[in-house]
């Protein structure tokens, strides 16, 4: 058995209270088990495949009991925190499952129904990988014409400071993991860039948030810490909003994007994160709204590039909404 299961093991059996008396307690269980689970799937192999069991199990819980009027706005909330990571972490789970008998060959024994998108995630980052094929293809050819001129004005006009040059490649690498749902490479990549600026509070929260993931509770307070120091209060929740966005912590997000417009009302940023994150936990509503509110302030403040994404995010979230039926026109 490996170290990393060993401390899944250990922490599961930390967690573990007494049996459950309820569905509703099962359903709290399995939760805890789920959040757990899915913040340690590195380097447990095809442990990771327990999860998905836990999240079938945990839906028809959910559905059975709102069905019977019970109000579990936490535990939904909850539930869709950690389908949100775990999409996040998409490729990391595929990986690690692949170290055994693999995620099609589980998905063969089951059959699941096609809404339970878990059991589909290695054809998932299937699709996303070939979009970015697609994408760096359509670019390819600009790119060719355009990387001659570019190179040129980097080296003529910018200054020949290796730090920059580096911290340019670090955030370049840094996007990447992020994507993928490599935590260990991003934390990395972050403790570099932290040596390199050790101004920027946006490195900090994000390896806070990275830390936080992982269960490294000191470290992770020790760079929100620093970052605090560094940005007023607002500040630094906008951007612990946007950090767990990146991480995969839409109701963590929301409550800090909350915290963040109440101290900063005329912030457009705030807002824009506030909208992502009702939008990440399905709340189409609310996230328009507050995407209305960051593009008035983003086009009073003429800021046109932020101005320009929020549109684009309220267009997308516009065919969303249901059809209005004869009724209602």
């Known amino acids: 058995m490996t170290d ?3 401390r899944l093991i250990k922490l599961l059996e930390a967690s ?16 805890t088990e789920l959040e757990i ?5 590195e380097d447990t192999g095809d442990e990771v495949l327990a999860i998905l069991r836990l999240l079938d199990r945990a839906v028809a819980l959910l559905n059975d009991l709102q069905a019977r009027g019970v109000d579990l706005k936490p535990e939904e909330s909850r539930l869709l925190t950690v389908q949100g990571l775990l999409r996040s972490k998409a490729v990391q789970f595929v990986r690690e499952a692949g170290k055994g008998r693999g995620l099609a060959a589980a998905r063969a024994e089951v059959s699941p129904p096609p809404e339970h998108w878990w059991w589909y995630l290695d054809e998932y980052v299937a699709r996303e990988r070939r979009r970015r094929l697609q994408r760096a293809g359509l670019a390819f050819i600009a790119l060719i014409v355009i990387g001659g001129l570019l190179v040129w004005f980097i080296q003529s006009r910018l200054p020949r400071d290796p730090r920059l040059r580096r911290i340019i490649d670090l955030e370049s690498a840094l996007d990447t993991y992020l994507s993928e749902g490599d935590a260990p490479a991003a934390i990395n990549t ?17 390896l806070g948030a990275l830390y936080e993931v992982r269960g490294e509770e000191t470290r992770a307070q020790a ?20 950090a767990y966005l990146q991480v995969g912590l839409p109701q963590k997000a929301l409550d800090e994007a909350k915290q963040a417009v109440e101290l900063r009302p005329n912030d457009p940023e705030a807002y824009f994160y506030l909208g992502n994150a009702y939008e990440a936990l399905g709340d189409v509503p609310n996230a ?3 995407y209305e509110k960051a593009s008035k302030l983003a ?16 267009a997308f979230l516009l065919q969303r909404l249901p059809a209005p039926t004869p009724e209602q026109k």
């Open 299 to 314: 086009e009073e403040q003429e800021n046109a590039q932020l101005l320009a994404i929020i549109r684009v995010r309220m």
């Open 37 to 41: 689970r899915v913040a340690n799937m």
């Open 4 to 6: 990393a299961r060993e």
């Open 288 to 290: 328009l709204q507050a």
């Open 190 to 206: 972050l403790e570099e860039l932290r040596s390199l600026d050790p101004q920027n509070a946006d490195y900090a929260v994000l």
């Open 223 to 242: 760079q929100y810490e620093d970052a605090k120091r560094l940005v007023d209060a607002g500040t630094f929740h906008r951007l612990r909003a946007r």
């Open 16 to 31: 573990a209270g007494t049996e459950p008396q309820t569905p509703a307690e099962e359903l709290r269980a399995l939760l």
